[in-house]
């Protein structure tokens, strides 16, 4: 048994899964099924199987709009600032830049792009998970160096 989540799409699936997979390492298409006779539009793309960071995903071309909600995100954990930086610009293209670490791609699905250690720095310690949550509030792209000093204890902007 396996669990794999499938994001639809209006008719752009082939086009951000292309994107996706550009952006992300590690990441490839593993299969693409056409439509047929049965299903309508001959040819054209139902279900993209795909895989980011080696997990895999299905894009399904659904026909109809089901816009994505922040209730169903894909959160990137980032080793460097450089990386959350390269990955944001790219979501943002064309997307809207939220808070907190989120923002929306151009096909309207949210992500969060988040430092790899933040789930370390916001359990154990409750005034360090605090001040680290204090700095998250205040940020829309995630800041690393900042982050570090809240968790450390530092002054926020030292």
Avoid at 34 to 45: M, Q
Avoid at 48 to 59: K, P, T
Avoid at 92 to 99: I, L, S, T, Y
Wanted: hydrophobic letters at 45%; charged letters at 25%.
């Amino acid at each position: 048994m396996s669990v794999t989540p499938c994001l639809w799409f209006n008719g752009n699936a082939e086009e951000a899964v292309n994107f996706y997979v550009s952006l992300i390492p590690n990441s490839r298409i593993v299969s693409v099924a056409r439509n047929t006779e049965a299903t309508g539009n001959p040819g054209t793309v139902l279900l993209i199987v795909f895989e980011l960071d080696g997990r895999s995903y299905q894009a399904l071309n659904g026909g109809m709009d089901f816009p994505f909600t922040e209730a169903v995100s894909l959160s990137v954990a980032c080793d460097s600032q450089e990386e959350i930086d390269r990955i944001w610009a790219r979501l943002a293209e064309g997307g809207r830049e939220v808070k907190c670490g989120w923002v929306k791609d151009r096909f309207g699905l949210p992500w969060q792009v988040a430092p790899r250690r933040i789930p370390e720095w916001i359990s154990g310690d409750p005034a360090a998970a605090d001040r680290v949550m204090t700095e998250v509030m205040r940020m829309v792209k995630l800041d690393i160096a900042t982050l570090e000093r809240a968790w450390r204890g530092e002054a926020a902007h030292a």
